[in-house]
């Protein structure tokens, strides 16, 4: 039975595990010119987010002040809000410290992994999710110290462009979460939430940072797809 125990839940994650150390590779070079290994690894336990984490350095290449660099990263790091919420909805028959361990480490992947798994299993267990979120944090933390010690050896990390590098794994999971929702969801109502989201999300940036857009188009999705489903 699938979404049980916490080796299934590390076997789930080894495509986000490989994707994360690459990635991190990626972060740790940049960070290279501007933090040593041990900085960089602690920000990787503390912080534990890729699009923040990379924000945070070019804030620090750009010498930002501290609250600037705080106030970046809590607006990137909003949608984990909707993220949690979400996900602990499936685990809302386990305890509060359960929840709180599984969320604290649960990031765009790993979510986009519970997704797909929800699929195949009916019920899934803490331990399958903590599988799959520490695999991903270890993977995360090795890639990032990795990379900054390989980036002290390259002359001109920043000329890579490897800031892509978590662009293009977005895009990736985007792609494979559509593949499953067009096969659970009316395309109707699928495409008119996306839309709804697109649409929101342009107009917002007109009047509010772009975290913040993110955000409330996405809430707004989620009221409309709530609407449909009723309908």
């Known amino acids: 039975m699938r979404g049980q125990t916490f080796k299934q839940g590390a076997q789930a994650a080894v495509p986000t595990a490989l994707g994360y150390v690459g990635i991190g590779l990626a972060c740790g070079i940049m960070a290279a010119p501007y933090m040593n290994p041990l900085g960089m690894g602690l920000m990787s336990i503390l912080v534990y987010a890729g699009s923040a984490q990379f924000a945070m350095i070019g804030l620090i290449a750009q010498g930002a002040p501290i609250l600037a660099i705080a106030l970046t990263v809590f607006l990137i790091n909003l949608r984990f809000f909707l993220l949690g919420l979400h996900a602990s909805s499936i685990f809302r028959n386990f305890s509060l410290w359960q929840n709180i361990?599984?969320?604290?480490?649960?990031?765009?992947?790993?979510?986009?992994?519970?997704?797909?798994?929800?699929?195949?299993?009916?019920?899934?267990?803490?331990?399958?999710?903590?599988?799959?979120?520490?695999?991903?944090?270890?993977?995360?933390?090795?890639?990032?110290?990795?990379g900054t010690i390989l980036g002290g050896l390259l002359p001109n990390p920043e000329?890579?462009?490897?800031?892509?590098?978590?662009?293009?794994?977005?895009?990736?999971?985007?792609?494979?979460?559509?593949?499953?929702?067009?096969?659970?969801i009316d395309m109707k109502k699928l495409l008119s939430v996306l839309l709804v989201v697109g649409?929101?999300?342009?107009?917002?940036?007109?009047?509010?940072?772009?975290?913040?857009?993110?955000?409330f188009a996405t809430l707004l999705g989620c009221t409309v797809g709530v609407f449909l489903d009723d309908k």
């Open 101 to 146: 361990a599984m969320g604290s480490l649960l990031t765009d992947e790993s979510y986009g992994v519970l997704m797909g798994e929800q699929i195949h299993s009916k019920r899934i267990l803490p331990q399958w999710m903590h599988g799959n979120n520490l695999l991903s944090y270890g993977a995360w933390f090795l890639g990032t110290v990795l």
């Open 199 to 215: 649409i929101s999300y342009l107009a917002l940036t007109i009047l509010i940072q772009n975290s913040l857009a993110v955000l």
């Open 159 to 184: 000329s890579f462009g490897l800031d892509f590098a978590l662009v293009a794994m977005f895009i990736g999971i985007f792609s494979s979460q559509f593949l499953i929702m067009l096969r659970r």
